[in-house]
T-cell receptor, first 112, second 114 residues
Framework: IAGITQAPTSQILAAGRRMTLRCTQDMRHNAMYWYRQDLGLGLRLIHY???????GKGEVPDGYSVSRANTDDFPLTLASAVPSQTSVYFCASSIESGEKLFFGSGTQLSVL | GNSVTQMEGPVTLSEEAFLTINCTYTATGYPSLFWYVQYPGEGLQLLLKATKADDKGSNKGFEATYRKETTSFHLEKGSVQVSDSAVYFCALSDRGGATNKLIFGTGTLLAVQP
């Protein structure tokens, strides 16, 4: 099935725990992105990668890290989760940066 | 910096009513403009886009015209349906520097009642 797969769909996490959100795409898109969606704030870019092997910081990168070892995978890691990281996280990809984005179905994360 | 401002919701309409969701932007240069739609429980998907001034994007009965003079990209539809109920996001492509990332507005919830 072509598209973007995110896992898990939802997660409840204790504060201080480490968590990795997974994102895989099979469209061979060069660019990938992580956004968080919060009520009243819309989508805010956390990190992005224009091509495999490179990453960059978005609008709200603190407390998050990413890696892009290959074209298909773009995991997002919370090293030590805090309650303010409770959000819905969307992974997205595009053929090239700035072009049409394709979104995954999201991960609902609750940090208690 | 570049930014997008869109009207706050929720917008509640009856079926077959006319829809306008306002969107204005601030940008240096000439960004591309987008409308994305998010149906309940799903990720966002592109609805329409316009890449230069006076371009009109259209899809599924929705339209938006890139107005450089008013820095606007308002979304319109002549007759909404219950199935149009969703959250609508205006966005622009930030071509500053080496990152062509999208900047989104805060979203507008549309609820269409039968």
């Amino acid at each position: 099935i072509a598209g973007i797969t995110q896992a898990p769909t939802s997660q409840i996490l204790a504060a201080g725990r480490r968590m990795t959100l997974r994102c895989t795409q099979d469209m061979r898109h060069n660019a990938m992105y992580w956004y968080r969606q919060d009520l009243g704030l819309g989508l805010r870019l956390i990190h992005y990668s224009n091509t495999a092997g490179t990453t960059g910081k978005g609008e709200v990168p603190d407390g998050y890290s990413v890696s892009r070892a290959n074209t298909d995978d773009f995991p997002l890691t919370l090293a030590s989760a805090v309650p303010s990281q409770t959000s819905v996280y969307f992974c997205a990809s595009s053929i090239e940066s700035g072009e049409k984005l394709f979104f995954g179905s999201g991960t609902q994360l609750s940090v208690l | 910096g570049n930014s997008v401002t869109q009207m706050e919701g929720p917008v509640t309409l009856s079926e077959e009513a006319f829809l306008t969701i306002n969107c204005t932007y601030t940008a240096t240069g000439y960004p591309s403009l987008f409308w994305y739609v998010q149906y309940p429980g799903e990720g966002l998907q592109l609805l329409l886009k316009a890449t230069k001034a006076d371009d009109k994007g259209s899809n599924k009965g929705f339209e938006a015209t890139y107005r450089k003079e008013t820095t606007s990209f308002h979304l319109e539809k002549g007759s909404v349906q219950v199935s149009d109920s969703a959250v609508y996001f205006c966005a622009l492509s930030d071509r500053g520097g080496a990152t062509n990332k999208l900047i989104f507005g805060t979203g507008t919830l549309l609820a269409v009642q039968p």
